[in-house]
């Protein structure tokens, strides 16, 4: 009997605790919740109409269901990004899919697509994962170009190891070397001032056109990848579709599609 007092009191409590917040909520905002709500959903609907079919077809990216590693329930696993990532950047195993997009994406959001124009040819470019470096240890993702190294290093839930990517950089003392540092915020890299800081929101607004612009088995495969990364690391989309997903992600989402290049 008293454990089912105590839910009762419990449950009143809860009330009265939601008519206090519904009361506040008209005091500050409105009256008439009803008509905000309309108001509200009135202002998205506008946006919406207004993205333009390339942009509308990057949001339906971030709609996709299921996502690639929400069932997994591994979406914080770092070598599973990385070696999705390596995958992307790999045209020699996506000669009939998404080819060089992916790696021409990151490349012009690192400041070297000048360097690897058009005319450059990267189609034979393979990432490799998980590549030992000897005894500096072993970089997420070694992807080789032409002329050059570039050295990715990925963090979600861990910190640099001490020296870790100056320590790869070392490893190739007689080629150029550019390393990056892919982290949730954007972080520096404390032990290589030189390395270039990367978000995976960095990431998603890079790859997001691409995703966007084929129906592929490649391209679909992608656009799941990237429904995680929005989901779990940036704060945008949900579950589901545009229109199951709480205002509050529908806004930040057509803020962040809206922002994408044209």
């Known amino acids: 009997m008293l454990y089912l007092q105590t839910l009762i009191q419990a449950g009143h409590a809860l009330l009265a605790a939601r008519a206090d917040a519904l009361d506040k909520f008209r ?14 959903q009135a202002g998205i609907e506008r946006r919406l109409a207004q993205l333009g079919p390339e942009r ?25 990004h990385t070696r999705v990532i390596a995958w992307a950047l790999s045209p020699a195993r996506l000669s009939h899919g998404l080819g060089t997009a992916p790696l021409r994406a990151l490349l012009d959001r690192l400041s070297l697509g000048v360097r690897f124009h058009d005319g450059v040819d990267l189609d034979g470019v393979r990432a490799v994962p998980e590549h030992s470096v000897g005894s500096h240890g072993r970089v997420d993702i070694w992807l080789p170009l032409p002329g050059l ?14 020296g870790q990517v100056a320590g790869y950089r070392r490893a190739f003392p007689s080629r150029e070397v550019i ?24 990431l998603l607004a890079a790859w997001i056109p691409v995703a966007a612009s084929g129906r592929t088995g490649e391209h679909d495969y992608l656009a799941r990848y990237l429904k995680t990364v ?11 579709g545009f229109q199951e997903w709480p205002w509050a992600r529908q806004i930040r989402t057509l803020e962040f599609v809206e922002g994408t290049s044209a």
Do not use: W, Y
């Open 149 to 162: 190294e570039v050295l990715i290093e990925a963090k979600i839930d861990h910190f640099e190891g001490e």
């Open 27 to 40: 005091r500050a905002v409105t009256t008439d919740p009803e008509a905000f709500r309309a108001r509200v």
């Open 230 to 240: 929005a989901v779990e690391f940036c704060d945008l989309a949900d579950e589901g």
């Open 56 to 80: 509308r077809a990057r949001l339906d990216v971030l709609g996709v269901e299921p996502d690639l590693m929400g069932p997994l329930d591994q979406v914080r696993a770092e070598t599973l």
């Open 179 to 202: 390393t990056v540092f892919l982290t949730l915020d954007g972080r520096p890299c404390e032990s290589d001032p030189n390395a270039v800081p990367l978000s995976f929101r960095d």
